[in-house]
């Protein structure tokens, strides 16, 4: 995705070189890291277990870490991540992941 965003620039992450770039580049690279490092596993092995009361225990630790680590990164999310009004990177790196909300 970087790579693409580099390659073809749009609103979607600012480049390195313009005002705040920098920043919101490493944001956005902290939250991808922190989503697939502290949430992904617990989701994944929710998805995948069969017996009740272990998906139940697996659910409640991805929900746990969702609010733990996830939430505080997107308290100025509004409409979308960093507060920005259009689509980010953040957005679209996560659109493939289908989360029930």
């Known amino acids: 995705m970087q790579f693409l965003t580099d390659t073809f620039p749009s609103h979607l992450v600012k480049t390195s070189s313009e005002p ?3 920043l919101q580049r490493a944001r956005f690279g902290y939250f991808v890291d922190t989503f697939f490092s502290k949430f992904t596993p617990f989701y994944q092995k ?3 277990l069969t017996d009740a009361e272990e998906k ?3 659910t409640q630790s991805a929900v746990d870490a ?3 680590d996830l939430e505080p990164l997107l308290k100025d999310a509004k ?3 960093g507060g920005n ?4 990177l953040a957005e679209v ?3 493939f992941q289908h989360i029930n909300r």
């Open 56 to 58: 139940s225990s697996a």
């Open 66 to 68: 969702a609010v733990k």
């Open 20 to 22: 705040g770039g920098a």
């Open 79 to 81: 409409p979308f991540f």
């Open 93 to 95: 790196g996560m659109g």
């Open 85 to 88: 009004e259009r689509l980010t």
């Open 46 to 48: 929710a998805m995948w």
